[in-house]
């Protein structure tokens, strides 16, 4: 990023590198570096592989380092998917393939990802050896209600996000 980048002047330390999880290890910016801090945001349910992708994020975490993910509720895709196909919630849930459906904030654009389940990002993190410290599903704020309205309605209606963060033991 370029300094002062949207107003950070302490951006400097940041770059961007343009990838997926299949080839993120093998980005020049990437490759063999370890780091503190991953933060992967509402990407994992687009890798072809979750666990593959999470066993790749924690292969570029140093010693000590933490992983923060951030992914759609997936209670949001049972809302949703129930809303379309009709199936009950309970049955949407427990649909974890790729799903094609039109965005909610733009229905001329298709989405089209995984559908993982709570336990599905939790058992992935674990079985990469990662600890996990913290799961949140945080709500909407009061403050969050008066800047954007109406995404408040919205995630009152699908939920919202869910955040795992795990911890790579020294």
Not at 143 to 161: C, H, N, S, T
Request: charged share 20%; net charge negative; aromatic share 10%.
């Amino acid at each position: 990023f370029a300094p002062n980048w949207k107003g950070h002047a302490d951006c400097t330390i940041l770059s961007f590198a343009l990838g997926s999880f299949e080839n993120l290890a093998t980005l020049p910016a990437v490759a063999s570096r370890n780091f503190d801090l991953i933060v992967c945001f509402q990407a994992l349910m687009y890798a072809a592989s979750l666990a593959e992708a999470v066993q790749m994020l924690r292969s570029l975490l140093a010693p000590g380092g933490e992983l923060v993910i951030s992914v759609p509720h997936p209670f949001r895709f049972a809302i949703l998917r129930n809303e379309i196909e009709g199936w009950g919630h309970g049955r949407a849930y427990q649909q974890t393939a790729p799903y094609r459906y039109p965005s909610p904030w733009k229905e001329d654009v298709l989405l089209e990802h995984a559908m993982p389940r709570i336990s599905d990002y939790i058992n992935a993190i674990a079985a990469t050896g990662l600890r996990i410290e913290a799961v949140d599903e945080p709500a909407v704020t009061e403050q969050f209600r008066l800047i954007a309205p109406e995404k408040a309605v919205w995630m009152d209606r699908y939920v919202g996000i869910l955040i795992l963060r795990a911890h790579l033991d020294e």
